[in-house]
């Protein structure tokens, strides 16, 4: 079976500095990158069916963002924000793209993985040649955000694994089907045992701070600076959109399709937010904008 290398780079906040794990996928040679990047509260791992399925035409790059998993924490947990992502990214970018190639990679991402790749590929000189949002844009429902906060601060422990995964499974039935293997390691992935034996998800609850301190003034002035970013992209770009999502609406979509890039749009039936990219139908929408010319 195709395994990974674990790698990590060093890099910088307001707070010092800090550690970026990714895992690296396929030919370390290949100049063809791939980044895929999850969402708010999972890992890298949430890619290893996705970068399995396409290591033979990329070198897949799959971080956790810092935070999270095998990455380090920020001593300022108000430094949990986009700006930060995307600067670590390009620290990442600058680490992966070897001198002498061409230095464009195409990204995934995930719901907050959708956002830095979103403001990544508005600022000029951007490396992002294509561009695939899943189930994420510049308007957000901010109901389902509101869920999504309070879910990130609960500082919930369990004293078994099954358990945990339990409520893993509670809190991400959005995802849409998947079997009992795959719900298995859809926790395994976000979930360690603490110092008692306890097992907790495996991020820093300092994740949730952005979250309580935003106002209806701060949301609407966000969502103004992503729909300029989102008007600023010229790479082609792919949404996807969970057909039962309840944080990027059908309105929010269609105007995707319009302005900026003017996105391609693939829903998935039967999935709310957000699709894994584990199934092979999943995979196959990505596999086609990315490999297309």
């Not at 369990?158 to 298995?184: C, M, N, Q, Y």
């Not at 709310?272 to 995979?283: E, M, S």
């Amino acid at each position: 079976m195709i395994e990974a290398t674990y790698q990590s780079v060093q890099c910088i906040s307001a707070a010092g500095l800090h550690s970026m794990a990714y895992k690296q996928w396929g030919d370390p040679d290949n100049p063809k990158v791939l980044v895929c990047v999850h969402g708010v509260t999972r890992v890298s791992g949430d890619f290893d069916a996705l970068a399995r399925a396409m290591c033979d035409e990329y070198r897949v790059i799959c971080p956790d963002i810092v935070g999270r998993g095998r990455s380090g924490r920020l001593a300022l947990k108000n430094l949990y924000q986009i700006p930060q992502y995307v600067s670590d990214s390009v620290t990442l970018l600058a680490r992966v793209l070897k001198p002498g190639e061409v230095q464009a990679v195409d990204w995934l991402g995930t719901s907050m993985g959708g956002l830095i790749g979103l403001v990544l590929a508005s600022l000029p000189g951007n490396p992002v040649r294509k561009l695939v949002l899943n189930d994420i844009g510049p308007t957000l429902n901010p109901v389902a955000l509101a869920r999504i906060g309070d879910y990130i601060g609960q500082d919930v422990r369990f004293p078994s694994f099954d358990l945990a995964a339990k409520f893993i499974r509670d809190v991400s039935v959005t995802f849409g089907p998947h079997s009992e293997e795959e719900w298995h390691k859809l926790a395994a992935d976000v979930l360690r045992q603490d110092d008692d034996g306890m097992w907790i998800r495996h991020y820093d609850l300092g994740l949730a701070l952005p979250f309580k301190s935003s106002t209806p003034e701060s949301a609407k002035s966000d969502e103004a600076s992503l729909w300029t970013a989102y008007d600023a992209i010229r790479c082609p770009t792919l949404l996807v959109r969970g057909a039962d999502s309840d944080l990027l609406s059908p309105e929010t979509a269609q105007a995707m399709t319009v302005r900026g890039p003017k996105a391609q749009l693939a829903e998935v039936p039967g999935v709310g937010h957000a699709p894994t990219f584990t199934h092979a139908d999943q995979i196959a929408i990505a596999r086609q904008f990315l490999l297309s010319q």
